[in-house]
């Protein structure tokens, strides 16, 4: 029986978000290699890849403010060419590293309401999946009925996505490698935590915080707390934030579901104890 699994690609990490429209090529190639390696390794791997917008797509969105309803429609032209460009550069490293990506426009069908996806296109990510090809998303624009425009994480689309493929683990694969106890950007003592129980996690929960640059999705803070109501939600879904600055570790949680080595998000019968 094949594997499904969701592979997000984070901003920080495919990008320098510290500097307007720069890519790490040398990042990406790295990370593409190691998806191949693991659908080499094991034939009954399927791979949904899905990126974020980092200094791309982000910028631009914040200054027409087109997650919230834009005034300005070039605004939305602009953050969804943003974001189609930084996809060309992964989808193209990918493909240069022997992947067989099929980039699959999410604001092509996508369809909010009040900030919330309601609407996605996908039996052609089936479709993809059955051609034994890695369908490839991203973060991006979105018409929306009540605000007229808004932005879409990859998290919210692979929500949506999840409720209808059902995969088995989402590789959440970052500049930083997990959930801390505080910031690890600033604070040396930062704890990483193992492993925290779904259940156990409310929008209240003071421990997670935002993104330390530009992000009009929430930063990690509204990625966990998304994560771990999807997983609430389907029970049989495990989610697993990581580093992808250490070179291995994403070929490695691809093969090994029960290799850790940042923080996993469980259901409450799935694990026996953590710090959350």
Not at 41 to 55: A, F
Not at 90 to 115: K, R, W
Not at 209 to 227: E, I, N, P, Q
Not at 249 to 262: A, V
């Amino acid at each position: 029986m094949a594997e499904l699994l969701f592979v997000k690609l984070g901003g920080s990490l495919i990008t320098d978000k510290s500097r307007p429209a720069t890519a790490r090529p040398r990042v990406i190639r790295r990370l593409a290699r190691e998806v191949l390696g693991a659908i080499r390794q094991s034939h009954d791997l399927q791979v949904v890849l899905g990126h974020g917008s980092g200094s791309f797509g982000h910028v631009v969105a914040q200054r027409y403010a087109v997650q919230s309803g834009c005034s300005d429609w070039l605004g939305y032209a602009l953050t969804s060419a943003a974001a189609a460009r930084l996809n060309r550069i992964v989808a193209d490293l990918f493909l240069d590293e022997g992947v067989p990506v099929v980039t699959l426009q999410p604001s092509a069908s996508a369809l909010c309401t009040g900030g919330e996806l309601v609407e996605l296109a996908w039996r052609p990510v089936v479709d993809m999946l059955e051609r034994c090809v890695v369908p490839l998303v991203y973060g991006d624009v979105a018409r929306d009925e009540q605000w007229g425009s808004t932005i879409i994480s990859t998290e919210a689309i692979f929500a949506y996505l999840a409720r209808h493929l059902l995969p088995r683990r989402i590789l959440m694969v970052g500049e930083v490698g997990g959930v801390y106890t505080a910031d690890p950007h600033f604070d040396p003592a930062a704890r990483r935590i193992e492993t925290i129980r779904a259940d156990r996690l409310s929008p209240e929960d003071g421990t997670l915080a935002g993104s330390h640059a530009v992000d009009v999705t929430g930063g990690m803070r509204t990625k966990v707390l998304g994560m771990a109501a999807l997983v609430r939600e389907l029970p049989g879904l495990r989610v697993l934030l990581l580093s992808g600055e250490q070179p291995g570790l994403l070929q490695r949680s691809l093969l090994d579901q029960r290799f850790n080595p940042g923080t996993e998000l469980r259901a409450a019968d799935s694990a026996a104890d953590c710090g959350c």
